[in-house]
């Protein structure tokens, strides 16, 4: 009986040690100011040297904006659009025009266009840490999705040191 005993309490004892450690501190990597500068920064310098005026908005896990850079003659449109593609990119922790081609090939998926503050063009890129995602960067004003999406990964790439 003693035994029995001590073998329901070191269950529970255990139970108790699993239940808290589940509501225990989490610890996250997450986009800071200076690096999502610098990718919005080279995000928009590659575009313009590939002759695109875009606006480029970098997020952080949570979807929301850390940086925004707007190059010269870029479109007012351009920046709901980048805001757009970056928060979608970070929010399902893929490529945008990835998303977008799902969309259009699986009718289950084009129900994504749905959700509210989702936009499925190409130009939206997770950025990651190993294989964390700590935000996203979207572009918007390069004459097509897959030239945005280009000119996001080149921007990344080029901090790609800074991302271990």
Do not use: F, W
Not at 94 to 109: D, R, S, V
Not at 113 to 136: C, F, M, S
């Amino acid at each position: 009986m003693q035994n029995r005993l001590a073998t329901a309490a070191a269950l529970t004892l255990s139970l108790i040690a699993t239940a808290a450690s589940a509501e225990g501190v989490r610890t996250e990597k997450n986009m800071s100011l200076d690096l999502a500068t610098q990718i919005a920064a080279q995000t928009v310098a590659t575009c313009t040297a590939n002759g695109y005026a875009v606006t480029a908005t970098v997020v952080d896990r949570a979807g929301t904006v850390r940086a925004v850079h707007r190059a010269d003659n870029a479109g007012p449109h351009t920046l709901e659009a980048s805001r757009l593609k970056a928060y979608t990119s970070a929010s399902a922790k893929n490529n945008t025009l990835a998303m977008m081609e799902g969309a259009q090939k699986n009718p289950a998926a084009a129900n994504l266009v749905n959700i509210p503050g989702y936009l499925l063009l190409g130009g939206g890129v997770p950025v990651k840490v190993g294989n964390e995602v700590i935000g996203a960067v979207g572009v918007g004003g390069a004459p097509g999705g897959h030239l945005d999406e280009q000119c996001a990964v080149a921007g990344i790439a080029k901090v790609a040191d800074l991302l271990k």
